[in-house]
């Protein structure tokens, strides 16, 4: 590889998130169709899980919990109300319940699910990136890193808030969690340091969330996407040009 090559952080972070996305997304849904639907259905659908899902990275966590300006800017391109009432259906079902603060964490029923659902990623990410161990284990490293530093810069005095990383991070890794599961989780965790920085971006351009996702194709929406790598450019200062390529490249060599 060139060592020449220069990749500006900004320019890295507007290459690396349809990547990261790609690689998220495909675990996901092989989660879902490997057996996490099926598990979900056995406590209760996903109206009984669909947050502990989510939020199953700080909730797995021993005493884990969510506050409530960390679920707002997880969800903040959802109504509100609909998602306070899907997580009344969810304490319902006795999978999660609510906090005085405004919060809620897992309960027991919840702990014994997101147990389940991190052996069900564990299968199912073995399965779709079979053959591809040396990758995956290099990917876990890089973006562990970049997790790390991220964490870094979120807590220094004049850092810029980060509202729904901040609610995720770092991501409940407990010990022999397998490779993939990191990789997954690891990779689902820094989306939502960009989705701070997009929103952070459209805020300063002018928009709410709502008038943001409505913005056509053109110079406004292709001013914002650039406002937000720069915005979520500053982790990736942690790895050399060379690491970001390498990075670029084992995330489009992952199968799904």
Known sequence: MNSDVELAPHRFAGLVAPAVDRAFVAGMLAGRDGGGAELSQRYGGPAATGFLVEFRTRLAAPGGTVDGAGFAAVTRYRDPAACQRALDKQVAHGMIVRRPDGGFAATERGTDFL???????????EELWAGHDDRVLRLVEAFGRLLAYALLLAGEPDAEPTPAFATMAPPYEPDGTPPGVLLLNRLGTLRYHRADAHAAAWTAAGHTASSASELPEGPERRAIELETDRRAAGPYAALTAEERLAVLADLAALPG
């Open 115 to 125: 147990t389940e659902i991190y052996q069900v990623h564990g299968e199912v990410t």
